[in-house]
């Protein structure tokens, strides 16, 4: 069986087996006209073109030779080192073990959550807070509002505020950190967790609520900055080294 690597907005992605290189194309996370690679293979090339062989692409292959994944090249299997599923060549072994050292290596049929993705399951979990939000309102405006003193209205504005900030926090807190994946990411089978792949437990989801309105405060580059990076990692993500991967 092959190990694919394919092109994602020029970032390369991979090793993937074949049936997960299938299973991409059938979510159109790969179209047909996004260049794949596996060792063998002079060169890129459109899926499309080679879709109908993947099984059999994978026999080309020299049982003695692997790709490495970090630079992709081909090499003698006893002169690599191997993680996991994939295979490292010599030149690479001191950039691959400075990555093991910061919890950056990630399994190898990982994909990331992309930027619409991930801005999409905001909205979604904005409005849920919105509704929330707009309830405690209500209440504030009916029970604090009824006296007619300013007092009253102040105290009541400061306690509705307070209750957002707990809601927003609890609410990102107990959904991450229980099920890794608050209610917008869950519609968008998006899940957060840490470099090396493991749950985020409540300390770190929580800290990446408050790290998250860090993202906010930059006027959202922290956010935009996922569109361009190789993990599709946010200002918060960097900051409690989590990320958001496809579920």
């Given at each position: 069986m092959a190990n694919w690597y394919y092109l994602d907005s020029d970032k390369r992605q991979g090793p993937i087996n074949d049936s997960r290189l299938k299973w991409l194309s059938g979510e159109g996370a790969i179209a047909d006209t996004d260049l794949v690679w596996t060792n063998g293979m002079n060169d890129w090339q459109p899926f499309g073109e080679i879709k109908a062989n993947i099984g059999h692409i994978g026999q080309i292959l020299d049982a003695d030779e692997e790709a490495c994944a970090e630079c992709y090249r081909s090499f003698a299997r006893n002169e690599m080192l191997k993680f996991g599923d994939s295979f490292i060549c010599a030149s690479c072994k001191p950039v691959f073990v400075q990555k093991l050292k910061e919890g950056v290596v990630v399994a190898s049929d990982t994909v990331y959550g992309g930027f619409w993705q991930r801005f999409w399951a905001k909205i979604l979990d904005a409005i849920i807070l919105w509704v929330v939000n707009m309830v405690l309102s209500?209440?504030?405006?009916?029970?604090?509002?009824?006296?007619?003193?300013?007092?009253?209205?102040?105290?009541?504005?400061?306690?509705?505020?307070?209750?957002?900030?707990?809601?927003?926090?609890?609410?990102?807190?107990?959904?991450?950190?229980?099920?890794?994946?608050?209610?917008?990411?869950?519609?968008?089978?998006?899940?957060?967790?840490?470099?090396?792949?493991?749950?985020?437990?409540?300390?770190?989801?929580?800290?990446?609520?408050?790290?998250?309105?860090?993202?906010?405060?930059?006027?959202?580059?922290?956010?935009?900055?996922?569109?361009?990076?190789?993990?599709?990692?946010?200002?918060?993500?960097?900051i409690c080294k989590t990320r958001v991967v496809k579920n």
């Open positions: 209500l209440v504030n405006i009916f029970i604090f509002m009824r006296g007619g003193e300013s007092t009253f209205s102040l105290a009541g504005t400061l306690i509705t505020w307070a209750l957002q900030i707990m809601i927003s926090a609890g609410y990102a807190t107990y959904f991450v950190g229980s099920r890794g994946a608050t209610p917008g990411k869950m519609a968008l089978n998006l899940k957060v967790v840490t470099a090396n792949g493991d749950s985020v437990s409540y300390g770190r989801a929580l800290a990446r609520y408050f790290a998250e309105i860090v993202s906010g405060m930059t006027l959202g580059i922290g956010y935009i900055i996922a569109a361009f990076d190789t993990e599709k990692k946010a200002l918060h993500d960097i």
